[in-house]
């Protein structure tokens, strides 16, 4: 019972071990895959970034200290960042969306009527596509790092089974069938002792009926070898003796 109860708790371990693995194959590549990613965005990022620094420059230039009044005429945010959910292989990664809620401001239009409104709009551009690869860099980083602690847990968990829980129970396997076959060794050699036992006792039953024909023999009485599944007094003929009465 025991055998067969580890038995199943082998299958059970080797089919969880298989699963693991393929899960652990399939996070290791999109692992690669956001790494990937992650490197295109941040040296793309690096870029976008000095140029939409150096096109706020050039508006402050051309339009002068204009934040104020940029500040003054939006009320409402026009880019709201959304939370989401991506499933990979079991793993529930999050990833951060961009929501446009309206368009921009029209303060711009009026700060171009003093001067510098191209400039002033041109930098808007650019920092929204600059805001739009930061969100994205900022949605693979998260899912990056929680793939990250999902891969060390599932490698750990792929290497307790491997190492620790399969060999175990192998071992218990192992020592549960040397002592079926010591158990079966021992009622071999229990059997064979029974039957020399029956054979030696045979042996000297046919020695002691050897013996006592012998002597009826010697006697003068006539005795008949009886069957040895019929009573040992079956081999005496009572009528040549006239002293036994039945």
Same mark, same amino acid.
């Given at each position: 019972?025991?055998q067969?109860?580890f038995k ?10 298989k699963?693991?693995?393929?899960k ?8 690669r895959?956001y ?5 295109q965005?941040?040296?793309g990022m690096?870029?976008?970034s000095?140029e ?11 339009? %002068? ?8 005429? /939006? ?5 709201r960042?959304?939370? %989401? ?5 079991? /793993?529930k990664?999050? /990833? ?6 309206g ?10 009527? /003093? ?22 860099l ?16 599932t ?8 190492n ?21 060794r021992?009622d071999f ?5 029974v039957?020399?036992?029956k ?8 020695k ?9 023999k010697a006697l ?9 599944t019929?009573?040992?007094?079956g ?7 006239e002293?036994v009465?039945?």
């Amino acid at each position: 019972m025991n055998q067969q109860v580890f038995k199943g708790k082998m299958k059970a371990a080797e089919s969880g071990h298989k699963l693991l693995k393929k899960k652990a194959d399939a996070l290791k590549a999109k692992f690669r895959d956001y790494a990937k990613e992650i490197a295109q965005t941040k040296g793309g990022m690096a870029k976008e970034s000095k140029e939409a620094f150096f096109s706020l420059t050039q508006a402050e230039y051309a339009a %002068g200290n204009f934040k104020s009044k940029v500040a003054e005429g /939006v009320s409402n945010a026009t880019i709201r960042v959304g939370a %989401g959910v991506n499933n990979v292989a079991g /793993v529930k990664l999050p /990833v951060f969306e961009e929501i446009s809620l309206g368009s921009a401001s029209e303060q711009n239009g009026s700060l171009g009527l /003093v001067g510098g409104g191209q400039k002033i709009e041109s930098s808007r551009t650019k920092f929204q596509a600059l805001l739009s690869n930061l969100i994205k860099l900022a949605s693979l980083q998260t899912s990056f790092h929680t793939l990250d602690e999902a891969m060390k847990v599932t490698n750990r968990r792929v290497n307790a089974l491997e190492n620790v829980t399969i060999p175990r129970i192998k071992g218990i396997l192992d020592y549960i069938s040397r002592e079926l076959d010591e158990l079966e060794r021992e009622d071999f050699t229990r059997l064979k002792k029974v039957q020399a036992s029956k054979e030696e006792k045979l042996k000297e039953a046919q020695k002691l009926i050897e013996e006592a024909m012998k002597e009826a023999k010697a006697l003068g009485v006539e005795l008949k070898m009886a069957n040895t599944t019929e009573d040992l007094m079956g081999g005496f003929d009572a009528g040549n003796d006239e002293e036994v009465v039945f």
